[in-house]
């Protein structure tokens, strides 16, 4: 036989038998024992043959492994081979001859052998077997190889290959998997075919369906085509088993939000077939302090995806932003996101700066379209999530409510989808969830609290415990405030400006307890809220201030927050201002020896704002 490198050795599947083996092709097979005659040689555990003595052309023992090419395949099934020893050859996996299988019809399969065509989408290495997730246009399995514990099971594939695997298809843990026989990375052009035919079909299944919004809109419905958009990747995620990364605001607007999402994406990950903890590790929502995402959040979440992508063989996730990430503060971080090759999703309600789209693939906010920061990022989350998958609007109906209540939205939607919510939960009732989720997430700092916050929002099924968590929340809640508040007020200094505005200065550094509840924001407006109440039909303006940064409440002062910040930084030299929010709401920063001079032209331009 001549030693080139045309020379192509089949190893033949785990599930193929006589059928597959033909004459005139050379296998790679092992000794499996010896007689007078010659060797026997198993090309696979299902089929043997026999290499006669005068073919055998090297001394063996047991296991080894051999070459061998196939001279006949009698009619009794007997094979006789031939010793070859090629020095230099090309190798080919052979499948068993049976047709394809679609996932989503293997739970009709249990206990027989199938083929599935697919794209790895996890590869991950347990004490025993390799657990491989394949994805095809019909659903998600797991795939179990095992050589011996804790060794990885057929290292030549890598994520994203489009595979062919045989096995049995059983029943662990409730769950379908598949037992490997075989597994083989598709030729190229027979994985072109497989790949176009599985994102055609994730295409379409990713589609969300068109439902009616909660509520009338014309902000919702100009914002439809966005908001779908960002729905089907989120499905399309799903489907494909890319993980997900949620950050948004620590606040009950951004909460709501992201756990609206939350509960529609666990939810379809369950009826996707994925495994039991799919929806810890698919699938994680992060808080961030400030509103905008922060490189701190950033670095966090390339460390988590990172070790997750080498330690259990996941894709890089898609991250998802919510209640934050419209404006320049987030570039940043944007830009590193794109250094990895990460899509970015965006779902915010703040005033957005038009340089971040450049860094995302989707972008739902109220100002695209005309609106303004009255349609809360909670309301958008509850009708992108109902999008993501309709089964779940029972559960998450009365959190764009909440989210309205607990951002004092202002727009007609709030009433709307306060009658959504009735009788179950009351504007009031709304008011107390908001302020429980405000101060929980407080003392969780960067935890999410995904239990602890599902039964303050109602979504655990147990009502009661909801109500008593509830109550005794808003109880500690109110007395911290109150204490604040009854500290800070007797050295609020008052102001009137240029334009007839009522100023309130607050030094929350020096006049209110720190590192304890309520954080400087959250002080500046509970005491602008009683500072409006007793001056109505003002316009009130509040400032709390530090050493190094201010935090703005307006009421009837149509300033523009990010715009000033940008100002002030043209202006100012060596002040260091950074900062965004609302037109209305909003917080700086600046280095701690400027403070007098920020504040001062902060205060000027505020002066100068139309009422």
């Known amino acids: 036989m001549q030693n080139t490198d045309d020379t192509i050795v089949y190893r033949l599947g785990a599930t193929c038998g006589l ?30 043959g026999l290499v006669h003595k005068t073919n055998v052309k090297m001394k063996h023992t047991e296991r080894d492994p051999i070459i061998v090419h196939v001279l006949q395949v009698r009619s009794n099934g007997n094979i006789d081979l031939e010793e070859v020893t090629p020095i230099v050859y090309q190798t080919e996996n052979v499948i068993k001859k049976m047709p394809s299988v679609l996932l989503g019809d293997i739970g009709k399969r249990v206990g027989k052998t199938v083929m599935i065509r697919g794209e790895v989408a996890q590869i991950k290495q347990t004490s025993g077997p390799t657990i491989f997730t394949i994805v095809d246009e019909s659903g998600t399995a797991n795939a179990a190889a095992f050589i011996e ?24 843990n409730n769950q379908l998997q598949i037992e490997v026989g075989s597994m083989i990375v598709l030729m190229p052009e027979e994985a072109a075919v497989v790949r176009e035919r599985i994102e055609a079909a994730l295409d379409k299944r990713a589609e969300p369906r ?19 958009k960002v729905a089907k990747e989120i499905r399309k995620a799903v489907f494909s088993s890319r993980p997900i990364v ?33 929806e810890y590790f698919l699938f994680k929502r992060a808080p961030s302090k400030a509103p905008f995402y922060e490189i701190e959040d950033i670095t966090r979440d390339l460390d988590f995806a990172l070790k997750d992508s080498v330690r259990y063989g996941q894709k890089m996730p898609l991250i998802l932003l919510m209640d934050n990430g419209s404006t320049e503060e ?17 779902v915010d309600h703040h005033h957005p700066d038009e340089v971040v789209d450049d860094y995302l693939i989707a972008h739902v906010n109220p100002y695209h379209v005309g609106g303004d920061y009255g349609i809360t990022a909670g309301m ?59 101060y929980e997430q407080f003392w969780l700092r960067f935890g999410d609290g995904r239990e602890i916050v599902k039964d303050i929002l109602n979504l655990s099924g147990n009502p009661e415990r909801h109500e008593r968590l509830v109550d005794l929340l808003v109880e500690e809640a109110n007395r911290a405030i109150e204490e604040q508040v009854e500290a800070i007020m007797p050295h609020a200094e008052r102001r009137v400006l240029e334009n007839g505005a009522r100023l309130f200065m607050l030094d929350v550094e ?9 954080p400087p924001g959250k002080t500046s407006g509970e005491v602008h809220d009683r500072l409006v109440r007793a001056h109505p039909g003002e316009p009130i303006v509040t400032i709390g201030y530090g050493p190094d940064f201010a935090v703005l409440r307006s009421r009837g002062v149509m300033m523009n927050i990010p715009q000033m910040v940008r100002e002030l930084r043209n202006e100012i030299t060596g002040a260091g201002v950074s900062g965004g929010g609302h037109l209305v709401v909003g917080s700086i920063k600046f280095v701690e020896g400027m403070r007098d001079v920020v504040l001062e032209n902060l205060i000027k331009k505020i002066g100068k704002a139309p009422i």
């Open 380 to 438: 958008l989350g509850t009708e992108i999530a109902r999008m993501v998958n309709p089964a779940i609007e029972s559960q998450i109906r009365h959190l764009p409510a909440v989210a309205g209540v607990g951002d004092r939205s202002e727009a007609p939607e709030r009433a709307r989808y306060l009658a959504v919510a009735a009788p179950e939960y009351s504007e009031d009732d709304c008011r107390d969830i908001a302020l429980a989720l405000d």
């Open 510 to 518: 020096l006049f209110a307890h720190r590192f304890t509840f309520p």
């Open 210 to 228: 068109e439902i009616p919004f909660l509520v009338e809109s014309e902000v919702l419905e100009a914002l439809r085509p966005q908001m779908r």
């Open 246 to 278: 949620l950050r948004h605001h620590a606040d009950a607007d951004g909460i709501c939000a992201a756990v609206a999402i939350e509960q529609a994406v666990t939810a379809l990950l369950r009826e996707s077939g994925a495994d039991f903890d799919a």
């Open 149 to 172: 514990a804790g060794v990885r099971a057929y290292p030549e594939i890598e994520l994203g290959d489009i595979v062919a695997v045989t096995g049995e298809v059983m029943q662990r």
């Open 330 to 346: 987030d570039m940043p971080s944007l830009k590193m996101t794109r250094i990895y090759d990460l899509p970015v999703m965006v």
């Open 19 to 48: 059928d597959e083996v033909e004459e005139g092709k050379t296998y790679l097979g092992w000794v499996q024992g010896f007689a007078p005659f010659g060797v026997f040689v198993q090309l696979n555990e299902r089929v043997k």
